[in-house]
């Protein structure tokens, strides 16, 4: 008599569900649409003056505003041909602005190199304590130097001369440009300065030869903060300057006087003032992030 046995059977698999990666996260995308919506609302000051330069005379200054009309480059000729709406031209304004800039930015520089790698040295006891109260030193507000800067300019008849403004400006970015380079310095290994020393490299050596290369980064970030603050001054320039120095800053107030406001000429002469520094960020963007962070992360 056969018998019958049951043979067990397999239990049936549950269907497969794919898995799927964690949704995006809604703080992420919250601060990045904040974000953006910051960006644009701060644009619309810089968009706002770049089409009233555009606007012909008669309707730059018409509010409500125009957004309707036929663009024009009157003002920007009127304004780089020099002699129209400021005493001196700002064709001269201009040149005395980038002579300022580049004069600063380079005593800046020289400065604050030696005085970083100086900073840097372990067998130099008193760098940390030095270092925080050069930092502490930007905090220093620059009106209060105007008038004592004015009495001794006065007494060397520096007033109205490039040195009376490149000197300041150089000062007051000095702090800010050693901190940045002493930071970048702390990150390169000290044992290639030691054993470039151990080779015989003296320390002027080792500072041309090695650390200047690899400091090419934090000295390109230096020189570009430093140079943005120099071109946009205007206390300094205000205070120190009548006409053979005197900056585009200081002369872009004089488009508007007692009769009203020349807005065409105003807000063109403004273009022309932000191009240069908007134009050199965008192209050395990625110098200057890679100069601010190089030495944030140990």
């Known amino acids: 008599m056969a018998t019958l046995t049951a043979t067990p059977t397999a239990p049936a698999s549950a269907p497969r569900t794919k898995r799927t990666g964690p949704g995006p996260k809604p703080l992420p995308i919250i601060g990045r649409t904040a974000v953006w919506m910051w960006l644009l609302v701060s644009m619309v000051p810089l968009i706002f003056m770049v089409v009233t330069s555009f606007k012909p005379s008669g309707i730059a200054k018409q509010l409500p505003p125009v957004w309707i009309f036929k663009p024009t480059l009157s003002h920007y000729i009127q304004v780089l041909q020099g002699g129209s709406g400021t005493s001196v031209g700002f064709d001269r304004l201009l040149l005395n602005s980038a002579a300022v800039t580049i004069g600063s930015t380079v005593l800046t520089l020289a400065l604050a190199v030696p005085a970083a790698y100086a900073l840097s040295l372990r067998t130099f006891r008193p760098r940390n304590g030095l270092s925080s109260w050069i930092l502490s030193t930007y905090m220093f ?52 300065q030691e054993s470039a020393m151990v080779d015989g490299a003296s320390r002027l050596v080792v500072l041309r030869r090695i650390i200047l290369p690899l400091l090419a980064p934090s000295i390109a970030t230096a020189a570009i903060l430093s140079a943005i603050l120099a071109w946009n001054e205007f206390l300094f320039a205000l205070s120190l300057t009548r006409a053979a120095a005197k900056t585009s800053p200081v002369g872009v107030q004089e488009f508007t006087g007692m009769f009203g406001t020349d807005w065409g000429n105003l807000t063109a002469a403004s273009a022309v003032i932000a191009a240069p520094i908007v134009i050199m960020t965008l192209i050395l963007r990625r110098r200057i992030v890679s100069g601010l962070t190089f030495g944030a992360v140990k």
């Not at 209060?144 to 970015?173: C, E, M, Q, R």
């Not at 002493?182 to 390169?188: A, G, N, V």
């Open 141 to 192: 507000p620059p009106i209060v130097a105007v008038i004592p800067i004015f009495i001794y300019a006065g007494k060397l008849n520096l007033i109205d001369t490039y040195p009376v403004l490149i000197v300041p400006y150089a000062a007051f970015n000095l702090p800010i440009a050693v901190w940045i380079l002493r930071s970048s310095i702390l990150q390169i290994p000290y044992e290639i």
